[in-house]
């Protein structure tokens, strides 16, 4: 553990440079990577505004803000990433590009590193095959907004190495998180029962059982979830549920977790949710 000092993170969308945030204000040196300079600086502008946000509701002093921000570093280079103690990757959600990335990376980094992904569904044991250290490869799963939520889910692979397992445990405690370990399965165990939350909400609202403040509120004030499902989709962003529903219906081989035409409907329409400014609700 004393030796995990510099991490890398692959992708600077809404999970990365929450992921690089995390890292960067609990002290690690970290090297942010995508393939855009521009996309880069649209990040480390979101990142610092929501430091400025921990700073204004007292959880981070301010030097802890501008030493946390000065920790983060970017490049579109992902040789930069050769002598890096951990990479996290969080790209697309797409089976071909993860095993790309890890293909790459475990031609750039040194032996030790552990390479960890972000995914919410595909497999970690798939993703490992990409590489020749599997035993050093394992799932982080964040959960969204990655500054606020406690959980991350720690997937195992099949041949991921108790020594990488430990060592992930204790970072995330570092990160003032809460790790909980899960086996290597479609959806693992989040979105395996979120999924077909969402799914179902969808369905009422198709069969026009209710409108979308009743579902979500229904569920809010009757389950005590903080946020309904179909406001937590648009926060996801729908093509996400959907390729995730696709993973667990082709992955359990088994028609339930089929995505319900509405959402197929809205993702041909543009209409995935607060990313695009409409999904079940307007933005």
């Known amino acids: 553990m004393d030796k995990i000092n510099h991490i890398g993170v692959i992708g600077s969308g809404t999970m990365g440079n929450g992921i690089a945030h995390v890292f960067g204000i609990s002290d690690y040196k970290v090297s942010l990577i995508d393939l855009d300079k521009k996309i880069l600086n649209h990040a480390m502008e979101t990142i610092l505004k929501n430091m400025k946000r921990q700073v204004s509701k007292g959880l981070i002093s301010e030097s802890d803000m501008n030493k946390g921000f000065n920790n983060i570093s970017i490049n579109t280079n992902m040789h930069s990433l050769s002598d890096v103690d951990i990479v996290i990757e969080a790209v697309s959600e797409n089976e071909t590009i993860k095993l790309r990335v890890f293909k790459e990376l475990d031609s750039i980094c040194k032996d030790s590193t ?82 077909p939350l969402i799914n179902e909400a969808a369905f009422c609202m198709m069969e026009n059982i209710a409108d979308k403040e009743s579902i979500d509120g229904i569920i809010k004030l009757g389950m005590g979830h903080p946020m309904g499902p179909l406001a937590l989709a648009d926060l996801i962003g729908i093509d996400v549920c959907v390729s995730i529903m696709k993973v667990l219906e082709e992955g359990l081989n088994d028609i339930k977790y089929a995505p319900c035409s509405l959402l197929l409907d809205m993702v041909k329409e543009n209409k995935l949710g607060k990313k695009a400014g409409i999904g079940f609700y307007q933005y």
Request: charged share 25%; aromatic share 2%; hydrophobic share 40%.
């Open 114 to 195: 552990i390479l960890a992904s972000n995914t919410s569904s595909i497999s970690i044991s798939k993703i490992a095959s990409a590489t020749n250290r599997p035993d050093k490869v394992i799932g982080m799963h964040f959960m969204n907004p990655v500054p606020v939520m406690k959980l991350i889910e720690v997937i195992k692979g099949k041949e991921t190495g108790r020594k990488t397992i430990e060592t992930v445990l204790k970072i995330s405690e570092k990160l003032n998180k809460i790790p909980l370990e899960c086996n290597d399965s479609p959806g693992f165990i989040s979105n395996r029962i979120l999924m």
